[in-house]
């Protein structure tokens, strides 16, 4: 059973353009969490997803930031005129349906986006 | 609470003492607890978690404890290893409710050989 698949592992994107970044859950997870990391930093909140729908998106920016999980295939976080400040690591997380089995979150290897 | 972005508190430790990692919490729902290890380059793994009912549970090497009068829980890693040296993160959720997990802000850990 392959764990959370993200892909690039690196990407780098010049200011101004278009950085979108997959996350294939685990078998069987229909929970999608993506998160922010900046170096020596914590993971910050970006948002929740559950198929075809955003559960919570309280932590992403307002603009050039969007995040859809489909019915088919991968979890997609697009970052629109990317500028040096999304230069970051980007964690998706996914977890099993069900209530009381959704806490535990696996984590993929990142995404290092670096935008020069 | 959610981590803010704020700068890792750091811990270090010579190898083969035990280390104690520290988490406050302030949502008083919370009733589910975890701890994640992320090593360098890599993401979070799942290490241990403790539900509200216990005050203790151990797992190898590791054991998590927790406080609920003060809202506070800890990790301790016994005989720390170099291998253990990383980023611990403590997260805390409510199992009866779909809001997501709140991850604290984290500890790195430094074993000096």
């Known amino acids: 059973n392959a764990g959370v698949m993200q892909n690039p592992r690196h990407l780098v994107r010049r200011r101004g353009q278009e950085a979108r970044l997959r996350c294939s859950p685990m078998?069987?997870?229909?929970?999608v969490y993506w998160y922010r990391q900046l170096p020596e930093e914590g993971l910050k909140f970006m948002v929740y997803?559950?198929?075809?729908?955003?559960?919570?998106e309280s932590g992403m920016p307002k603009e050039r930031f969007s995040a859809e999980f489909p019915k088919e295939g991968p979890s997609i976080l697009r970052i629109q005129q990317v500028v040096r400040g999304d230069s970051a690591a980007y964690f998706c997380?996914?977890?099993?349906?069900?209530?009381?089995?959704?806490?535990?979150?696996?984590f993929g290897a990142g995404t290092r986006l670096s935008v020069l | 609470g959610e981590s803010v972005g704020l700068h890792l508190p750091t811990l270090s430790v010579q190898e083969g003492d035990n280390s104690i990692i520290n988490c406050a919490y302030s949502?008083?729902?919370?009733?589910?607890f975890i701890w994640y290890k992320q090593e360098s380059g890599k993401g979070p793994q799942f290490i241990i978690d403790i539900r509200s009912n216990m005050d203790k549970r151990q797992g190898q090497r590791v054991t998590v404890l927790l406080n609920k009068t003060v809202k506070h829980l800890s990790l301790q890693i016994a005989a720390t290893q170099p291998g253990d040296s990383a980023v611990y993160f403590c997260?805390?959720?409510?199992?009866?409710?779909?809001?997501?997990?709140?991850f604290g802000p984290g500890t790195s850990l430094s074993v000096i050989p």
């Open positions: 078998k069987g997870h229909s929970h």
């Open positions: 949502n008083s729902a919370s009733d589910y």
């Open positions: 997260a805390m959720g409510v199992e009866t409710s779909y809001d997501k997990v709140i």
């Open positions: 997803l559950q198929k075809e729908n955003i559960i919570d």
């Open positions: 997380a996914s977890s099993p349906a069900g209530l009381l089995a959704k806490n535990i979150q696996y």
